[in-house]
């Protein structure tokens, strides 16, 4: 089995507060947007045996560490990375599914799970109105797949 990784995070930026139906006032506040600076990627391992086994990429660091019946093959593995900007000093949530389907051409799936951050428990954007972060997960790989496989990881931005 030959695995190559890649995932395309996609952004979503809200600027409504907790109260999606409240009317429309004259506060003027900054639209939330997210930009994707970098993209996850587990780069290339293969399978050594039938149970399979995972892949773990570091938000803070970006260290992969594999385990199981895995054989890492090189590559350059990274953390994905985004950036959120709005009005300086607003506190933000980000929010990520814990699981993600990845698919290949050739018709294998893999999945993602425990996909997480290197935020704060109570991320804020700074002075600048940014805030920087990177995020990691685990990939699982079950039996015997092969190919490139490609996902979305859907992120949303709201102020708090």
């Given at each position: 089995m030959?695995?190559?990784?890649?995932?395309?995070?996609?952004?979503?930026?809200?600027?409504?507060g907790a109260d999606l139906f409240a009317r429309e006032?004259?506060?003027?506040?900054?639209?939330?947007?997210?930009?994707?600076?970098s993209s996850l990627d587990f780069?290339?391992?293969?399978?050594?045996?039938?149970?399979?086994?995972?892949?773990a990429i570091d938000p803070n660091s970006g260290?992969?560490?594999?385990?199981?019946?895995?054989?890492?093959?090189?590559g350059s593995p990274f953390a994905g990375s985004a950036v959120?900007?709005?009005?300086?000093?607003?506190?933000?949530?980000i929010e990520m599914p814990s699981t993600i389907r990845l698919s290949s051409a050739t018709g294998g799936s893999?999945?993602?799970?425990?996909?997480?951050?290197?935020?704060?428990?109570?991320p804020r954007?700074?002075?600048?109105?940014?805030?920087?972060?990177?995020?990691?997960?685990d990939l699982l790989l079950k039996?015997?797949?092969s190919g490139q496989f490609r996902g979305r990881i859907p992120i949303t931005a709201e102020y708090e």
């Open positions: 030959g695995v190559a990784l890649a995932l395309t995070p996609v952004a979503f930026a809200q600027d409504f006032s004259g506060d003027k506040t900054k639209p939330l947007n997210i930009e994707i600076r780069s290339r391992a293969t399978s050594t045996g039938a149970s399979g086994g995972s892949i260290a992969r560490t594999v385990s199981g019946d895995i054989l890492d093959l090189g959120v900007t709005g009005e300086s000093g607003r506190a933000v949530r893999v999945e993602i799970v425990n996909l997480r951050t290197n935020l704060s428990p109570a954007l700074d002075m600048y109105g940014r805030l920087e972060f990177s995020f990691g997960g039996g015997n797949v």
